[in-house]
């Protein structure tokens, strides 16, 4: 009989206590405790007997986790290199300080807890760290993250270090607000039930006059979208004034409102240079009767909570594009796993966030946009190392998060999109509505004729992975502008290997 | 005009039997079905009509069938829409809502502008049909 075992350890042992202590009490431990006297004699010692690498550390409930990615530079020890990392991103310097001895140092250290070498890769260990709550102020990402990925990136004992995933605590986790309307409550404003919602992004995203903006988002919507969408770099240029373009598209949202008998929106931008100009245009888009604003990543953690905030006193939806995020999400071997920036959104308090579409034109492997998904919507996350996901994680009933799937998609991958993402997210098709040979209302009309069909069919017990182009087919019989779509985009699809892939080893074992 | 509310009103109109295996979906996760009828097909008009309760009880897609069967007797020339009610921990929402009858012809909503300053608009979209008293509509 064959098993199959992942060899990859994971933090479950370690998160319980168990495993680690025997036979282990020997050389490591006594090597840590130096005694008082000589731990804080003036001059440098290893991280590890300062106190920052603590094997039989049994982590707490209330404490926050993080396991990062070390790559050592040659010839430092792992532990201590993850020793170092616990320190630099709590409360170490480089040198002893007596100043230690005022404080009750050890609730405060970091603790560096278990070192996993990463499965394929000699150079790389997973280092798990615990933190106490203490440390982190209520309610505040940038707090959070000031510690977390405060200093360390740039340590150069380390040659490159990647933050994979965090555990948070309930108790911390109750100290956010949370996203300010989340799934359930954006599908009753929007009475929209039972079908991923559809957008797109007004194109070309640069240059069009508000006039010429509104009439994309008028035949969008009126032509099936739920949601037209500015693109992350429409904020205010000289071709188009933001209060001309929210004139415009608030005149084709509530035009084409009528015309269908269905709510719609328009993602309105109100990324700006300050905070007051952000409110500014965000109580505009509230005083002409939008349902959501759109901010994006790059305006930063604190922009975004208060954003959230404002949102939450408004009635007012918040999507978030994650602009920038590439530049450190995306190599394994440094910077900030998605999964992560996922989890400090749901906290921050967005309701909409970019999250990869796997066919599209964007990275994306399937399992790590299934984790970068579960983390969105779902109330619990077990680990599951093959999505990416370290630690067991109960969200604290903070409200649901609608990822969205935007960039080079069509409705000739329906049936595959519907399988991958499920039913709560957002498909934004830009090009593939605004480029339909025969316009943007039939380009809307073939992504919305598409997914009926394909979510009919997914109900009715048909296995659409395998029969979803017979299904697409068969609605292009009745439908010409889905057999306009599906012609010309029949063959388009992105298949290059992703970067951003799950470590974990399936080996095959026999037992008896 | 065809108003597009619920989730398949861009597919031609649902036959009965289409109509029962969407219930056989919703049933099969548990979830209580319920229909609903109004004149007043607003998009923000929230509250259709309940013709009775969501069936919490019924497990038989046919007894669903003959509900939507009574409601378009009644009510031939209305709106009627089919709910799914989730009542699973983090839902606690309607799944599916589905159109499954609609008058033979649809007046539709207009846009009124309330022209303020600053160019700007204030908008109300209005029904054709609700300017006549309610049971006179359609």
Redesign the interface.
């Known amino acids: 009989m064959t098993l199959l075992t992942l060899i990859c350890r994971g933090p479950t042992a370690a998160l319980h206590g168990a495993d680690r202590r025997d036979g282990d009490e020997g050389g490591k431990h006594m090597a840590r405790q130096l005694n008082p006297k000589a731990r804080y004699t003036p001059g440098v010692i290893p991280y590890k007997q300062m106190g920052y690498w603590e094997p039989d550390y049994d982590v707490k409930d209330t404490d926050v986790v993080a396991v990062f990615r070390i790559t050592p530079q040659a010839g430092v020890d792992p532990e201590e290199a993850a020793a170092a990392v616990a320190g630099e991103s709590s409360t170490a310097t480089w040198t002893v300080v007596w100043t230690d001895r005022l404080t009750n140092c050890e609730l405060y250290r970091a603790k560096a807890f278990q070192v996993d070498p990463v499965p394929g890769n000699p150079e790389q260990f997973f280092a798990f760290i615990a933190y106490d709550l203490e440390l982190f102020e209520p309610g505040s990402i940038a707090n959070l993250t000031a510690s977390i990925i405060g200093n360390v990136f740039g340590f150069k004992a380390v040659k490159a270090l990647r933050l994979e995933d965090m555990r948070f605590p309930v108790a911390y986790l109750k100290t956010f607000s949370g996203p300010p309307t989340g799934i359930?409550v954006e599908?009753?404003r929007l009475?929209?039930?039972?079908?991923p919602l559809l957008g797109a992004t007004t194109k070309p995203k640069l240059g069009l006059s508000g006039r010429n903006y509104g009439r994309v988002v008028y035949e969008a919507l009126r032509g099936?979208l739920d949601f037209v969408k500015d693109d992350e770099n429409i904020n205010s240029q000289s071709f188009m004034h933001w209060?001309d373009r929210f004139?415009y598209c608030?005149?084709a949202v509530?035009?084409a409102?009528?015309?269908?008998?269905?709510?719609k929106g328009h993602y309105l931008n109100v990324t700006a240079g300050t905070m007051e100009q952000m409110y500014e245009r965000a109580e505009?888009a509230k005083?002409?009767?939008s349902v959501i604003v759109m901010i994006d990543l790059v305006v930063g953690y604190t922009a975004i909570q208060s954003m959230a905030n404002w949102c939450r006193r408004n009635d007012m939806i918040l999507h978030l594009h994650r602009a920038g995020h590439g530049t450190y999400t995306r190599q394994k071997s440094h910077g900030v796993a998605f999964r992560v920036i996922a989890k400090w959104m749901r906290m921050a308090g967005v309701d909409h966030i970019h999250a990869g579409t796997v066919v599209g034109k964007l990275e994306g492997d399937p399992h790590m946009i299934k984790g970068i998904y579960d983390t969105c919507r779902?109330?619990r996350t077990p680990r599951n190392l093959e999505t990416g996901l370290f630690f067991d994680q109960d969200w604290a009933s903070l409200n649901?998060v609608m990822p969205v799937a935007s960039g080079g998609i069509h409705a000739g991958q329906m049936h595959q999109l519907l399988t991958y993402l499920g039913d709560d997210t957002v498909l934004q098709f830009g090009g593939g509505t605004i480029g339909h040979p025969r316009g943007i209302a039939a380009g809307a009309?073939a992504n919305?004729?598409a997914l009926?069909?394909m979510?009919?069919a997914r109900?009715?017990?048909r296995d659409i992975w395998h029969e979803g182009p017979a299904i697409l087919d068969q609605?292009a019989r009745?439908c010409t502008p889905l057999r306009q779509a599906l012609e010309v985009w029949k063959d388009i699809t992105f298949d290059y290997a992703s970067t951003d892939t799950p470590d974990f080893v399936v080996q095959e074992t026999v037992s008896a | 005009m065809h108003i597009t509310q619920g989730q398949f009103s861009f597919l031609p109109a649902l036959t009965d039997e289409q109509i029962k295996r969407q219930v056989k979906w919703a049933l099969d996760h548990e979830w209580a079905v319920s229909v609903e009828y109004t004149d007043d097909p607003h998009p923000r008009n929230t509250y259709w009509e309940m013709h009775g309760h969501p069936m919490f009880d019924l497990r038989d897609p046919a007894g669903v069938m003959e509900e939507i069967t009574a409601c378009r007797l009644a009510f031939p020339s209305h709106y009627i829409r089919v709910m799914a009610f989730d009542s699973s921990e983090g839902w606690e929402t309607p799944r599916m809502s589905f159109i499954v009858n609609r008058p033979d012809h649809e007046p539709g909503f207009r846009v009124e502008r309330q022209e303020g300053p600053g160019r700007s608009l204030r908008y109300t979209v209005r029904s054709y049909a609700v300017e006549r008293p309610e049971g006179q509509r359609y």
């Open positions: 359930v599908r009753e009475d929209k039930f039972g079908r099936g209060r004139l608030m005149e509530n035009r409102s009528a015309a269908t008998g269905e709510v505009f005083e002409l009767g779902e109330i649901k009309q919305r004729v009926e069909a979510v009919l109900n009715e017990g609605a009745w």
